[in-house]
């Protein structure tokens, strides 16, 4: 099978932005009650990922296991200074890889993935 590379953004906050860098990508702390359930969502449109870390950033809040899991407490990550920061991730991923796993592709109209 052929590598085809793409391009996909995360927007986020600059905190959850360092710990997916420092210890990568927890699904099992992910939400049931998002649009498609647990998961992780990326999208190809870096805009969309800038509003989405700018809703997360200001809208400051993380589920409690992922504290526990961190060893802080909600004061502590409601103080942080990079919990209020807006932040983009960028992923190069093999979207025929990507086609393999459990999961939804939605690409733009602009996109080579669209059918």
Do not use: C
Request: net charge positive.
């Amino acid at each position: 099978m052929e590598k085809s590379v793409s391009t996909v953004y995360y927007g986020t906050t600059l905190f959850a932005a360092n710990i997916i860098k420092s210890y990568g990508i927890w699904i099992d702390i992910q939400s049931r009650l998002t649009d498609f359930g647990k998961g992780f969502y990326v999208t190809f449109n870096n805009y969309q990922a800038l509003k989405w870390a700018r809703v997360k950033a200001h809208q400051v809040q993380i589920p409690h296991h992922v504290l526990e899991r961190l060893g802080i407490t909600v004061k502590e990550y409601i103080h942080h200074p990079y919990s209020r920061i807006p932040a983009i991730m960028k992923f190069q991923i093999d979207t025929n890889l990507l086609k393999s796993l459990s999961g939804i592709i939605f690409p733009s109209t602009n996109h080579p993935l669209w059918p």
